[in-house]
C-alpha cells in the first residue's frame, strides 16, 4: 500500500511537468519560429519480488515477479516539425523552408571579436528582422544577422567579400530585396543594382539536440550535433554555414514568417490525457489511504 501511494505521487510529477509542457506549448501558438515540447515518460526501477527461474529435467521455467515504484520523466523533447508559413509581404520577414537556421552573433568588425565562441552565437528560425541606424539587419533584441558581407571591388561595385560579416544595407538604398538563396540585393543611387551581402544558414545533424535560451533563439549543446568542419567551437569563416538552397539546407522566403508548430487540437487533447492521469494517481493514493485507515480501525 505504501508503494502504491509513492508510486501515485510519482505520476502526479509527472503528469504535472506534462501540463508545464503543454501550457508552455499553448502560451507559445503564435510566436513566430516557436518549436513545440513533448514530455514522455519512463518506469521507475521495479522491485523484484522473486527472480527468474530456469528449468530443469522436472519443472518448466518460471518468470520474474517484479512490482513497478512508479513512473519518471525521460524526456522533454523540442520537435524541429516546419511550422506554417504566413504571408507579411514585408522584405525583412523572412522564413525558412526547409532544413537550417538563421545565425545571430555579435560585432563582427571589431578586430577583438574576430574568433567567436560557440556561447557568442544564437540560432533562431524566427525571421523577422529589422534594421538598425546603420542599415545593419538585427533580429528584435538587436543581435545582427551573420552571412557573407560586400566589399567594392576595383570598379567600385560590391561583390561578396568571402568573409564572414554582418549584413549592411547603405543609408542611400533606393529599396532592396532578399532572393530565395539568401543573396540581398540593393539599388543604389545611381539606380544599379548592388548586392549587400548573402544570408548563411546553421545545419545541425540533431536540432532536436539544440538548448531554447529564450528570444526565439537556441545554442549550441554537445548533442546537437557538428555543423562546423573542424568542430574547434571558434566561428571565423563561411566554411562553418551553408548557402540556402545548397546541400539540402532550406530556402529563404521573402515577405513571410514561419509561425509556431504548435497543433491547439493536439495540445487540448494532451492536455485531458495529463488531467485524467493526474485525477488517476490522485485516486490511487485515496485509495490506499482509505485502506491504512480500515487497517487501523481492526482494533478499536
Wanted: proline share 2%; no cysteine.
Amino acid at each position: 500500500m505504501l508503494r502504491s501511494m509513492y508510486a501515485g505521487i510519482s505520476g502526479m510529477r509527472g503528469f504535472q511537468t506534462k501540463l508545464d509542457v503543454i501550457g508552455n506549448n499553448i502560451a507559445n501558438v503564435n510566436t513566430s519560429g516557436f518549436k513545440k515540447g513533448r514530455a514522455t515518460f519512463q518506469d521507475m526501477m521495479s522491485q523484484t519480488m522473486s527472480g527468474a527461474q530456469a528449468p530443469t529435467n522436472i519443472r518448466g521455467g518460471i518468470n520474474p515477479s517484479q512490482v513497478g515504484l512508479g513512473s519518471q520523466v525521460g524526456t522533454i523533447d523540442n520537435i524541429q516539425t516546419q511550422g506554417n508559413r504566413q504571408t507579411t509581404n514585408r522584405a525583412l520577414d523572412m522564413a525558412l523552408e526547409g532544413d537550417g537556421m538563421f545565425v545571430l552573433g555579435r560585432d563582427l568588425d571589431d578586430p577583438a571579436n574576430i574568433d567567436m565562441e560557440a556561447s557568442d552565437i544564437s540560432f533562431s528560425r524566427s525571421g523577422n528582422f529589422y534594421l538598425d541606424d546603420e542599415g545593419f539587419i538585427v533580429n528584435p533584441n538587436g543581435l545582427y544577422l551573420l552571412g557573407e558581407g560586400s566589399a567594392a571591388n576595383a570598379g567600385g561595385d560590391m561583390e561578396l567579400s568571402g568573409n564572414l560579416s554582418r549584413i549592411q544595407i547603405p543609408s542611400n538604398a533606393a529599396s532592396f530585396s532578399i532572393s530565395a538563396d539568401g543573396k540581398v540585393n540593393y539599388v543604389d543611387e545611381n539606380n544599379n543594382v548592388q548586392i549587400a551581402g548573402q544570408i548563411r544558414l546553421a545545419s545541425f545533424s540533431n536540432p532536436g539536440g539544440l538548448q531554447k535560451s529564450g528570444s526565439n533563439t537556441f545554442q549550441l549543446t554537445n548533442n546537437s550535433g557538428v555543423f562546423t568542419e573542424n568542430n574547434d567551437g571558434v566561428f571565423n569563416n563561411l566554411n562553418d554555414l551553408v548557402i540556402p538552397e545548397s546541400e539540402g539546407s532550406a530556402s529563404v522566403v521573402s515577405g513571410a514568417l514561419e509561425m509556431s508548430n504548435v497543433d491547439l487540437a493536439e495540445e487540448f487533447t494532451e492536455m485531458i490525457t495529463a488531467q485524467r492521469g493526474f485525477q488517476a494517481n490522485t485516486r490511487i493514493i485515496t485509495t490506499s489511504d482509505e485502506i491504512l485507515q480500515e487497517l487501523v480501525n481492526l482494533k478499536r
